[in-house]
């Protein structure tokens, strides 16, 4: 599997593993996050991003930006289907003839696993939940929040670096317990 990933697709498959496991509270505010702790986690354990786009420092937390405005629509309802997003058409064609895909994560054993243990960690947990630990002190968001003027700022990058470090370290805390 070549990464990164589009976060659309890393957002699908949180979709479809919220809907095998029968969870209904799989809001934006909750999937944009277990979609942010599946990129930390794969920073820190890794040292290679898993999504291509750069997480933002919003007031509720990070955000992955496309996956913000592909599922925008659905407001605080529960997400129950895939995003889809416009590959292609036929210039001069009927609206029938426009190509729509649901980005996906190809399944793989290594990753099948790793998704499912992010889903299995932070699923049940609710959106707010998930949003407070995202707000702790020493945290990529509060770095990029605090520091680095998101609060002021539209659109304020969280780094990638800042990211895998904050992970790295909670995997070297856990190591030594």
Same mark, same amino acid.
């Given at each position: ?12 498959? %949180? +979709? ?5 496991? !029968?969870?209904?509270?799989? $809001?934006?505010?909750?999937?944009? *996050?277990?979609? @942010?702790?599946?990129? !930390? ?9 898993? =999504? ?10 990070? +955000?992955?930006?496309? +996956? ?17 997003? %416009? =590959?292609? %058409? ?27 243990? =992010?889903?299995?960690? @932070?699923? *049940?947990? /609710? ?11 020493? $945290?990529?968001?509060? *770095?990029?929040? @605090?520091?680095?003027? !998101? /609060? ?13 470090? @904050? %992970?790295?370290?909670? =995997? ?6």
């Amino acid at each position: 599997m070549e990464l990164p990933l589009k976060s659309l697709a890393v957002a699908n498959r %949180f +979709v479809e593993i919220s809907n095998e496991s !029968g969870s209904r509270d799989l $809001t934006l505010m909750k999937l944009l *996050k277990v979609v @942010y702790f599946a990129h !930390g986690w794969h920073l820190g354990l890794t040292e290679k991003p898993l =999504i291509n786009e750069f997480f933002q420092a919003w007031q509720f937390g990070p +955000v992955a930006p496309d +996956v913000y405005h592909n599922f925008k629509h659905v407001g605080a309802s529960p997400i129950l289907s895939p995003a889809f997003t %416009f =590959i292609d %058409f036929n210039l001069g064609g009927a609206i029938d003839d426009m190509k729509f895909e649901a980005p996906s994560v190809p399944h793989e054993p290594g990753m099948d696993v790793f998704l499912n243990k =992010i889903w299995e960690t @932070y699923g *049940k947990l /609710s959106a707010f939940q998930l949003s407070e630990l995202t707000h702790q002190e020493g $945290t990529p968001w509060h *770095k990029a929040w @605090y520091e680095n003027g !998101g /609060s002021t700022r539209k659109n304020t990058p969280i780094l990638d670096e800042d990211i895998r470090d @904050y %992970f790295k370290k909670k =995997i070297d805390a856990a190591k030594s317990a």
